[in-house]
C-alpha cells in the first residue's frame, strides 16, 4: 500500500521536476551569454532543482521530525 503511494508521488514530482526544469533551462542558456551549452544550461538547472528540493526536505525533517 505504501509503496504504491510513493510510486505515485514518485511519478508527479518526476513530472513537476521535468516541466520545471523545462521552463527554467532556457532562461539560464539566456542569462549565460551563450558560454554554456544547451546541455550545460539544463543539467545546471536541474542541479539547481534538486538543490533547492533538499533544502525544503532537510526544513521540513529539522522542524517536523515526529513525521518521519
Known amino acids: 500500500m505504501k509503496i504504491k503511494y510513493f510510486v505515485q508521488k514518485f511519478s ?17 542558456y ?6 554554456l551549452s544547451k546541455g550545460q544550461s539544463y543539467a545546471l538547472s536541474l542541479l539547481g532543482l534538486v538543490t ?3 533544502f525544503i526536505y ?8 515526529e513525521k518521519f
Open 58 to 65: 532537510l526544513f521540513v525533517v529539522i522542524f517536523q521530525p
Open 30 to 35: 539566456a542569462g549565460t551569454n551563450q558560454i
Open 12 to 28: 508527479v514530482y518526476l513530472f513537476l521536476i521535468l516541466v520545471i526544469n523545462t521552463i527554467i533551462s532556457p532562461l539560464v
Open 52 to 54: 533547492f528540493s533538499l
